[in-house]
C-alpha cells in the first residue's frame, strides 16, 4: 500500500480525499519517470548502434568504390 492509503486505511466510509488523488498521481508519475529514462537510455544506444553501422557501412561502399577497375586510356604523344 502507499503511504497516503495506509494513513487513509482505517476509513470505512470510502470518499475519495483531495490527498488520496495526489498520493495515486505522484506514484503514477514516479512509474512514468522510470519508464521515460530507461527508454531514454534504450534509445541512445539504439541511436549510437545505428550511427555506427550507417559509418561502418558508407566506409566499405567508399572502399569497394575505390578498388573497382576502371578503364585505363593511355595517351601517347607522337
Do not use: C, N, Y
Request: proline content about 1%; charged content about 35%.
Amino acid at each position: 500500500m502507499s503511504p497516503a492509503r495506509e494513513a487513509h486505511a482505517d476509513r470505512t466510509d470510502g470518499t475519495i480525499t483531495r490527498d488520496d488523488i495526489e498520493a495515486k498521481f505522484r506514484e503514477i508519475q514516479g512509474d512514468i519517470d522510470e519508464t521515460a529514462e530507461s527508454a531514454k537510455s534504450m534509445a541512445l544506444a539504439i541511436g549510437a548502434a545505428a550511427a555506427a553501422v550507417i559509418v561502418i557501412g558508407v566506409f566499405l561502399l567508399g572502399r569497394r568504390r575505390g578498388r573497382r577497375k576502371s578503364t585505363v586510356v593511355e595517351i601517347r604523344r607522337i
